[in-house]
T-cell receptor, first 113, second 115 residues
Framework: GNSVTQMEGPVTLSEEAFLTINCTYT??????LFWYVQYPGEGLQLLLK???ADDKGSNKGFEATYRKETTSFHLEKGSVQVSDSAVYFC????????????WGLGTSLAVNP | EPEVTQTPSHQVTQMGQEVILRCVPI?????FYWYRQILGQKVEFLVS????????KSEIFDDQFSVERPDGSNFTLKIRSTKLEDSAMYFC?????????????FGPGTRLTVL
């Protein structure tokens, strides 16, 4: 079946540090891949997405590349800010599953000034 | 910008009581979903709904749960007899089309607390 494995947190970084959050997936066919962010006390916001192999999703300085050969979709940011402190979820959806989202466990990121 | 809305934002109920969580999806969307997130845990799929019927449900979505689109705008999740373990954030989402490029839009969630 479909599944998402995500790097466990919490991750604590200093401002301007480089961020990587690993995400790998198992899926049939050609899933779409997503990163969602959840700020403290808030709902789920789409951060970025990629719909086919080698696509790069990007938003707010974050990037992730859809790597079919390694079944990965790692999230990166070159210089994090305190305002990036949140929980990050990797997820996939598949046409064969009504596009329901399959979620990773989430990675909590704390950025210190 | 169109958005998904959910009411109430917080619901407190006694164990064994029925609750109805309400969602208003984006108006021209066709596919609707409920997810839940137990505090500190991952987001879990509950049910998907299309063309006025359930298209898929998870093992969590047992006979105590039901969904309805009563009037063409609201999308509701009912829990008939709540249990302590139903305490969670419940998120509604809607999707316009099933194409790979399309994304689900989420509501802000309803926090359900069962005492």
């Amino acid at each position: 079946g479909n599944s998402v494995t995500q790097m466990e947190g919490p991750v604590t970084l200093s401002e301007e540090a480089f961020l990587t959050i690993n995400c790998t997936y198992t899926a049939t066919g050609y899933p779409s891949l997503f990163w969602y962010v959840q700020y403290p006390g808030e709902g789920l916001q789409l951060l970025l997405k990629a719909t086919k192999a080698d696509d790069k999703g990007s938003n707010k300085g974050f990037e992730a590349t859809y790597r079919k050969e390694t079944t990965s979709f790692h999230l990166e940011k070159g210089s994090v800010q305190v305002s990036d402190s949140a929980v990050y979820f990797c997820a996939l959806s598949n046409a064969g599953n009504n596009r329901k989202l399959i979620w990773g466990l989430g990675t909590s990121l704390a950025v210190n000034p | 910008e169109p958005e998904v809305t959910q009411t109430p934002s917080h619901q407190v109920t006694q164990m064994g009581q029925e609750v109805i969580l309400r969602c208003v999806p984006i108006s021209n969307h066709l596919y609707f979903y409920w997810y839940r997130q137990i505090l500190g845990q991952k987001v879990e799929f509950l049910v998907s709904f299309y063309n006025n019927e359930i298209s898929e449900k998870s093992e969590i979505f047992d006979d105590q749960f039901s969904v309805e689109r009563p009037d063409g705008s609201n999308f509701t999740l009912k829990i008939r007899s709540t249990k302590l373990e139903d305490s969670a954030m419940y998120f509604c989402a809607s999707l316009g089309r099933l194409g790979s490029y399309n994304e689900q839009f989420f509501g802000p969630g309803t926090r359900l607390t069962v005492l």
